[in-house]
Nanobody, 118 residues
């Protein structure tokens, strides 16, 4: 059974930092793009960042560029999201996703809450 488990969410003040981790089990995702999405209350889930299987190429939505950093460790079958200079509008449930399939991803984690107070 494939599982993606996020951790590292929490509460911080504006300007603070948090680091999210996503550990995959059940199969290896080396060879596949992995990504982070988020969903704020009352809003649609939105793309945050993704990273190719080599880790050499990363992509970010405009609102987090220069503040968030996605990385991965294929040996640990894990993907990470370092979030700096956090803003209240970054408050959301953050999901990791693996194995891109068309316009979506095949596997999803259960999400971890990130709350940024002003």
């Amino acid at each position: 059974q494939v599982q993606l488990v996020e951790s590292g969410g929490g509460l911080t003040q504006a300007g603070g930092s948090l680091g999210l981790s996503c550990a995959a089990s059940g199969r290896t995702f080396s060879g596949h793009t992995m990504a982070w999405f988020r969903q704020a209350p009352g809003k649609e889930r939105e793309y945050v960042a993704s990273i190719t299987w080599t880790g050499r190429t990363t992509y970010y939505t405009d609102s987090v560029k220069g503040r968030f950093t996605i990385s991965r460790d294929n040996a640990k079958n894990a993907v990470y999201l370092q979030m700096d200079s956090l803003k209240p509008e970054d408050t959301a449930v953050y999901f990791c996703a693996a194995e891109r399939s068309g316009n979506t991803y095949k596997y999803w984690g259960q999400g971890t809450q990130v709350t940024v107070s002003s």
